[in-house]
């Protein structure tokens, strides 16, 4: 069974760093396209950061400096380091993974929440 699971949410205080993790099993995503995705309550799903097969990354404006994303093939496995963490950052967290016409796979989702 094909897997994606993430870890390192929780609760944080404003300014403050938290590292977000996927791990994939399964099957190898060496050759996928990874992105995390967030979801506020009552807003749509937003593309936060994405990194290629051939390490070039994308970045949503509002976390640009701020976040970071990386991924470990050896370990099959995203990361997505936020620092300065804002209120706004407050979501549930998705990671996926896809290659065009062949495969997508998504995380069951993680909660960050930023507050005093």
């Known amino acids: 069974q094909v897997q994606l699971v993430e870890s390192g949410g929780g609760l944080v205080q404003p300014g403050g760093s938290l590292r977000l993790s996927c791990s994939g099993s399964?099957?190898?995503?060496?050759?996928?396209?990874m992105t995390w995705y967030r979801q506020a309550l009552g807003a749509q799903r937003e593309l936060v950061a994405r990194i290629s097969t051939l390490r070039n990354s994308h970045y949503a404006d509002s976390v640009k400096g701020r976040f970071t994303i990386s991924r470990d093939d050896a370990k099959n496995s995203m990361y997505l380091q936020m620092n300065d963490l804002r209120p706004e950052d407050t979501a549930v967290y998705y990671c996926?993974?896809?290659?065009?016409?062949?495969?997508?796979?998504w995380g069951q989702g993680i909660q960050v929440t930023v507050s005093s």
């Open positions: 996926n993974v896809y290659r065009v016409s062949s495969y997508t796979y």
């Open positions: 399964g099957r190898t995503f060496a050759d996928g396209t």
